[in-house]
């Protein structure tokens, strides 16, 4: 499987972007997705996870009735919808695969898009 992250850009406090991942395989739909991020001098963290059928989401604390994960199966692509956003949301954003599960460890996952920047100003 192969990832492409696309959808980051310079917003200002409280706007939004939506981020988008897409795949190819023929096998993605049956994936787990998720997206993590990375600040500088950070860890990388969890934000959003999604099992294959879209019916289960998981969310970090921090971005939690803020940001929404979806996905469109017949596309291919994860989307990751950011709203409210904070400067401390600043970072490289990376969309992932995995074959079994949603994991909140990016150790974890079997595959992994290149990033994109998300620069929120104040």
């Known amino acids: 499987v192969q990832l492409q992250a696309s959808g980051g850009g310079l917003v200002q406090a409280g706007g939004s972007l939506r981020l988008s991942c897409a795949a190819s395989g023929r096998t993605f739909s049956m994936y787990a997705a998720g997206w993590f991020r990375q600040a500088p001098s950070k860890e990388r963290e969890f934000v959003a996870g999604i099992y294959w059928s879209g019916g289960s989401t998981y969310y970090a604390d921090s971005v939690k009735g803020r940001f929404t994960i979806s996905r469109d199966n017949a596309k291919n692509t994860v989307y990751l919808q950011m709203n409210s956003l904070k400067p401390e949301d600043t970072a490289v954003y990376y969309c992932?695969?995995?074959?079994?599960?949603?994991?909140?460890?990016?150790?974890?996952?079997?595959?992994w898009g290149q990033g994109t920047l998300v620069t929120v100003s104040s």
């Open positions: 992932a695969a995995d074959r079994n599960r949603v994991s909140t460890s990016w150790m974890q996952w079997d595959y």
